[in-house]
């Protein structure tokens, strides 16, 4: 971030950083988890693998259990 504000301005790092949390609140209704495409676009990182790109993915578990879209925001908003 220290090179980008000396090339670009200061604006540049605290725009990256706003435009980042914007993309990361980024859900799908009923439960099902986002592949946050946008973000992983903005960061760059569809050029390399992670580990849990390989094995351990929560979201591909069969027996994980979805909540409906009611229940989310029940508990979200702490009705």
């Known amino acids: 971030m220290q090179q980008m504000s000396v090339l670009y301005g200061s604006h540049m790092p605290m725009r990256f950083v706003t435009e980042?949390?914007?993309?990361?609140?980024?859900?799908?209704?009923?439960?099902?988890?986002?592949?946050?495409?946008?973000?992983?676009?903005?960061?760059?990182?569809?050029?390399?693998?992670?580990?849990m790109d390989i094995l351990n993915n929560p979201y591909e578990a069969p027996e994980m259990e979805r909540e409906s879209v009611h229940a989310q925001m029940e508990k979200a908003y702490g009705m």
């Open 20 to 51: 980042r949390n914007i993309l990361a609140q980024t859900r799908r209704l009923g439960g099902y988890g986002s592949s946050m495409f946008g973000l992983n676009m903005h960061m760059e990182r569809y050029d390399e693998l992670d580990f």
